[in-house]
């Protein structure tokens, strides 16, 4: 997967760990991301979280208004990926 992380994508990357608190994130993605990008990141993770939380696929296209095969493509993740999603939810539940 290195392959796919040139220095600008390991840049893009540090600058996003540094970033402090959610407005500074909210600025910065604003910039970078259309709104579309932003809605589905943000639909792709909810999406993760229903299916974690074991929630069938018309569940979730009927509450996220995500397509199946955006369903399909996050649970092929959760399930043979890198653990991101895992990862990004863990720590979620753990700032409740």
């Avoid at 796919?4 to 909210?26: F, P, R």
């Amino acid at each position: 997967m290195d392959k796919y992380y040139s220095e600008q994508v390991n840049m893009l990357l540090n600058a996003i760990i540094g970033l402090k608190d959610i407005e500074t994130c909210k600025i910065f993605f604003e910039d970078v991301c259309t709104i579309k990008e932003l809605q589905e990141m943000s639909q792709r993770l909810q999406v993760a979280k229903e299916l974690r939380d074991g929630r069938n696929y018309q569940e979730i296209s009927k509450s996220t208004g995500a397509s199946t095969a955006t369903i399909s493509r996050v649970n092929k993740c959760l399930m043979y990926g890198n653990g991101g999603y895992n990862a990004v939810l863990d720590y979620l539940e753990g700032k409740k």
